[in-house]
């Protein structure tokens, strides 16, 4: 997407500390998403997300469908994206980032790796 620089994969949304997939505990799997606002919004970005998960529904904390907000700003863009393109908003959590924990190397770029074995 123009404008993203990187997206990571980790785990985020959670108070334990160093969280892994085996032991992820309080944490949601989430993506980091380093982008350069001159050339594309949070709200364009949010908009390819929902593009490519659909439509949530309940899961639990390890999967749930959550967008962390870096201020409340963001928040506020969160909330009224979620409310007006969700038809089961109740299952987009929208919170305060908390400390981002980058996932294990197999889990990066997951999609690419698959591709490149088939």
Avoid at 13 to 21: Q, S
Avoid at 61 to 85: G, T
Wanted: with cysteine; charged share 25%; proline share 5%.
């Amino acid at each position: 997407m123009e404008g993203v620089s990187r997206c990571l994969v980790g785990y985020g949304g959670g108070r334990e500390l160093n969280p892994t997939y085996q032991t992820i505990m309080d944490h949601t799997e989430a993506i980091l998403v380093e982008y350069d606002p001159s050339v594309v919004s949070f709200q364009d970005i949010l908009t390819k997300w929902k593009q490519e998960m659909g439509e949530p529904y309940p899961q639990k904390r390890q999967y749930r469908s959550a967008i962390f907000a870096l201020n409340p700003e963001q928040e506020q863009v969160a909330n009224k994206f979620v409310e007006d393109n969700f038809r089961y908003a109740k299952y987009v959590d929208v919170e305060p980032a908390t400390r981002f924990y980058m996932a294990e190397e197999y889990h990066q770029d997951y999609i690419a790796k698959m591709r490149a074995r088939f």
